[in-house]
């Protein structure tokens, strides 16, 4: 129940497409739910982040999605570019958690 | 600048011996975690902190031991209990553990092969 479950575990998009990663869980109690982006040699960062009163979250051309009655939310990558390959991981915690439950990233390749 | 320093970024270790790998974080973070990522593998937690003087094991702890005695100082052991240790080590700290304030904050990584 602790389990955030990530597809597809890899990704090709063409340059200026769309690129959309798909997260889901299980705990109802849940109600944070970050976006990290990882190049390789590097530690994840932050990217976006999303609470369930919204059903959708926009900054620039990154967008999470939420579906808080199918326990899913997304990442889309509107006019994809070379420089968003990298690795992304959905993660989820909640209120007084001790830790994030991390999913199992998603490595994205933008072919120019 | 605030953030997390790791320490060193490349560390080679011959069979049966033990290393230790540092993480300090100048943030003022309660919270600091140690995760192994494996070649195109996600993030397993290996030990997490929320205080000093105190730790909890996370989902991969056998072979790995950790000390929380400084706020800004959460190192990590790799004994010769683990069996295979050539991974990348990330150390992450955050305001509060769900990361919802502020989110994790992650070193730069350790990579850690056994020779």
């Known amino acids: 129940q602790q389990q955030v479950k990530q597809s597809p575990q890899s990704l090709i998009v063409q340059k200026g497409g769309i690129s959309i990663i798909n997260c889901a869980y299980e705990?109802?109690?849940?109600?944070?739910f970050p976006w990290y982006q990882q190049f390789p040699g590097k530690g994840p960062a932050l990217l976006i982040a999303?609470?369930?009163?919204?059903s959708e979250k926009k900054e620039g051309r990154f967008t999470i999605s939420f579906n808080k009655s199918a326990k899913q939310f997304s990442l889309h990558i509107m006019d994809s570019q070379p420089g968003d390959s990298a690795t992304y991981f959905c993660?989820?915690?909640?209120?007084?958690?001790?830790?994030?439950?991390f999913g199992q990233g998603t490595r994205l390749t933008i072919n120019p | 600048d605030g953030g997390i320093t790791q320490s060193p970024k490349y560390l080679f270790r011959k069979e049966g011996q033990n290393v230790t790998l540092s993480c300090e974080q100048n943030?003022?973070?309660?919270?600091m975690y140690w995760y192994r990522q494996d070649p195109g593998q996600g993030l397993r937690l290996i030990y997490y902190?929320?205080?000093?003087?105190?730790?909890q094991k996370g989902d991969i702890a056998e072979g790995y031991s950790v000390s929380r005695e400084k706020k800004e100082s959460f190192p990590l052991t790799v004994t010769s209990a683990q069996k295979n240790p050539t991974a990348f080590y990330l150390c992450?700290?955050?305001?509060?553990?769900?990361?919802?304030?502020?989110?994790?904050?992650f070193g730069s990584g350790t990579r850690l092969t056994v020779v």
């Open positions: 705990n109802t109690a849940f109600d944070y």
């Open positions: 992450a700290s955050s305001q509060s553990g769900g990361g919802e304030v502020g989110g994790y904050t």
């Open positions: 999303i609470r369930p009163d919204v």
């Open positions: 943030l003022n973070h309660d919270a």
């Open positions: 993660a989820a915690s909640y209120q007084g958690a001790q830790k994030l439950v």
């Open positions: 902190s929320q205080i000093v003087n105190d730790f």
